[in-house]
């Protein structure tokens, strides 16, 4: 984006800190001691949070998720609608061709349609073609391909018909119910423990991705981000 709308966005979006950026050292004889100050706040930062490990690597692919892109499942290579047929294949192999592939998608059928009944965002997955089986089908099929599958959560979607569950509840049910992989927290600056717990208390592992980039205390549970910078 452009820099007036990337700082737009950062002015709309609670970020759980501010993004930490870093130059580099000014010559070759200054890179230890640049080298020696990053590694010795890192090791503030992990003793500050109680920093415990194993979330990392429980979901290693998160570390090499390289290529992630917001996609809408009617895109017409995702989905032909006269066959009435997802073209996964087809999806990534036009991507592969423009721009090498892609490591896992974030798939959000909620855009531009929430909003115009009273279906919630849930709702709009469960209404997918083939329903949350169709889903289920669709995200093997990108899993055979070695693409992971991220769903979006929206925590301003509340204007709409209520779960009988809460949300991370919800969330948790249906990504082990589909295979997906985890989700991205839309507009979150940090995404609460709790979604990492339900999903725990089911035996199904998540990768958490808050836009906003999540927080130091948050690497205890999440282990991805949006990167949002400053310019």
Same mark, same amino acid.
């Given at each position: @984006?452009?820099? %007036?709308?990337? +700082? ?11 993004? $930490?950026?870093?130059?580099? @050292?000014? +010559? +070759?004889?200054?890179? &230890? ?42 895109? $017409? ?11 996964? %294949? ?7 061709? *423009? ?6 998608l974030l798939m959000w ?9 009273? *279906? ?32 979006? =959560?929206? &925590? ?35 995404? &609460?423990?709790?979604?990492?717990? !339900? !999903? %725990?208390?089911?035996? =199904? ?9 999540? +927080? ?10 949006w990167g949002y910078w400053? =310019?």
């Amino acid at each position: @984006p452009k820099r %007036s709308t990337m +700082s737009a966005l950062l002015q709309t979006l609670t970020l759980a800190q501010p993004p $930490r950026q870093y130059a580099g @050292p000014t +010559s +070759s004889s200054q890179q &230890p001691v640049w080298l020696a100050g990053l590694k010795a706040e890192r090791e503030q930062v992990l003793k500050k949070i109680n920093f415990t490990g194993g979330v990392f690597d429980e979901i290693p692919w998160t570390q090499t998720s390289w290529m992630q892109p917001q996609m809408h499942p009617y895109d $017409r290579f995702f989905y032909d609608p006269v066959a009435g047929e997802y073209t996964v %294949s087809k999806y990534l192999e036009d991507l592969q061709t *423009r721009y090498g592939g892609i490591d896992s998608l974030l798939m959000w059928p909620t855009y531009t349609n929430i909003g115009i009944d009273d *279906r919630n965002q849930f709702d709009f997955f469960r209404t997918m073609p083939g329903g949350l089986d169709g889903v289920k089908r669709v995200t093997a099929e990108l899993h055979a391909a070695g693409v992971h599958v991220l769903w979006p =959560y929206n &925590p301003w979607d509340t204007g709409t018909r209520r779960e009988p569950q809460d949300d991370a509840i919800t969330l948790a049910d249906m990504l082990k119910w589909t295979g997906g992989d985890g989700f991205n927290g839309d507009t979150m600056g940090n995404i &609460p423990v709790e979604f990492w717990h !339900a !999903a %725990s208390a089911i035996n =199904y592992t998540i990768a958490l991705e808050p836009e906003g980039g999540g +927080s130091d205390e948050s690497l205890n549970w999440d282990t991805m981000g949006w990167g949002y910078w400053k =310019y």
